[in-house]
């Protein structure tokens, strides 16, 4: 669409018969519906030349048409007056619905994707009007804009709508200033990658004690009412206020990912760590409030404990067991933190997180085989854009860092019933206060 949008060069777009609903509408909310649309069969990965040569000489799956009929079509075919021009869509939706019977509208919501398939709490004049009444600010005053994918329109919502949602994942009203930092973040938790990525979610500071959240044992699991709420209204919110999460147009998450029903999320264990809380690292003070939103979540490594002897070697193996486009957080339990302390010396986080980026190699050969960096790095070292212009050119056998510094962070969480800890695979978007939202 870039290509032939910006510079009038025309193109016809490949896909697999996979993506033949999303593409479709990707190219409808940007104002091309009559983009040239080609599809060959999936899949593509672990097919030889031969059998791919076979997909472009075969017939598209969609239409029956030879491929490189359409393509040469494509390319020759000027456009006709439907085929480009501006789109405008109407984004408003009726504050209400008609009343109805409880049941009628529980199927409702069901029907028309506006859960998480879970059973709701119907979010009625009254209950929206109690989750309200937690915060100064005005129901029809904007939190944010978000959106699903890069190539997709933002949507653009309200205090009251981000009310709605925390309604109906059955959050108190006392939750609801987290709510809104969380919705003020634009980070989406129903991103649509094929990888099935979900969210994580860290609260720090006094209002974790304020709401009762939980930050010690089972603290990333189905134990704290807190917890698991914030977690499902930052899901239901993200599907509803952008526009919508449906498998095949706008999710395409191969296998879709069980985290997304909480969006891991917990409190930092601020008090048993050794180090200072993930929010002061980002320039909040202790006695603020903050949330802090991760995407991409995906992998994990994990083990207990560290060894006296080949702790390295072992921290090492994790590291490199991780995908390359995938930067680590570690979450701690506070016994392993202080063993990190004792056995590593590191201090502070910021000198775990220095041993880590310095230990997280790869030989340059191996690290541009991973198929996430040829499809998301490669390009960018080609164009020039540093440290990987930089490590493109590097011998086969150099080894060359699998993240930048600033994307490996550290938090501490657990209730120290043992040294467990894991790596998560996942991307920090932001921190975002919530004294500003009560």
């Known amino acids: 669409m870039t290509v032939e949008a910006t510079y009038g060069v025309p193109v016809v777009a490949m896909h697999t018969d996979k993506f033949d609903k999303v593409v479709r509408s990707v190219a409808e909310v940007n104002g091309m519906p009559g983009l040239r649309q080609v599809f060959v069969p999936q899949p593509i990965m672990g097919k030889t030349a031969a059998q791919l040569r076979a997909y472009i000489d075969g017939p598209d799956p969609i239409t029956g048409l030879p491929v490189m009929r359409e393509v040469v079509e494509g390319l020759t075919r000027p456009f006709g007056d439907t085929d480009l021009g501006p789109v405008e869509f109407d984004r408003s939706t009726p504050r209400t619905v008609e009343p109805d019977t409880e049941e009628n509208l529980h199927r409702l919501f069901l029907e028309n994707r506006w859960t998480d398939m879970l059973p709701i709490v119907l979010p009625t004049e009254e209950r929206v009007a109690a989750m309200l009444a937690a915060t100064r600010r005005k129901p029809g005053e904007v939190v944010g804009r978000m959106r699903s994918t890069h190539f997709r329109e933002y949507w653009e919502y309200t205090v009251e709508k981000v009310a709605v949602n925390a309604v109906m994942a059955g959050a108190k ?14 980070a989406s938790a129903r991103g649509s990658t094929t990888s099935s990525a979900a969210a994580m979610v860290v609260v720090n500071g006094p209002v974790r004690h304020e709401l009762g959240m939980n930050a010690g044992i089972g603290a990333m699991g189905p134990y704290s009412h807190a917890n698991a709420t914030i977690g499902r209204a930052y899901g239901m919110l993200s599907q509803n206020l952008q526009g919508g999460s449906v498998p095949g147009l706008t999710y395409m998450g ?22 200072e809380p993930f929010h002061v690292q980002h320039g909040f003070k202790p006695i603020d409030s903050t949330v802090s939103a991760f995407t991409g979540c995906r992998s994990t490594s994990f083990t207990l404990g560290l060894r006296e002897k080949h702790w390295r ?15 680590p957080t570690l979450l701690l339990d506070p016994l392993t933190a202080q063993q990190f302390i004792d056995r590593g010396g590191f201090t502070s986080k910021e000198k775990l997180i220095d041993w880590l980026y310095d230990n997280a190699r790869l030989p340059a050969s191996e690290y541009w085989d991973y198929q996430l960096i040829q499809n998301y790095i490669y390009p960018r070292a080609t164009f020039g854009e540093e440290p990987w212009a930089s ?8 080894l060359i860092p699998m993240f930048r510094r600033e994307e490996i962070h550290v938090v501490v969480v657990g209730g120290e019933t043992n040294g467990y800890w894991r790596i998560m695979g996942c991307n920090y978007q932001k921190t975002v206060s919530v004294d500003e939202w009560r």
Do not use: C
């Open 313 to 327: 070697e072992h921290t090492r193996h994790m590291l490199l067991g991780m995908d390359a486009h995938n930067p």
């Open 391 to 398: 490590q493109l050119k590097a011998w086969p056998e150099e």
């Open 173 to 186: 009203p006392e939750y609801f200033p987290v709510i809104l930092a969380l919705a003020a973040t634009g």
């Open 254 to 275: 191969s296998q879709g990912n069980n985290y997304a029903y909480t969006n891991i999320t917990f409190a930092e264990n601020e008090e048993r760590s050794p180090w």
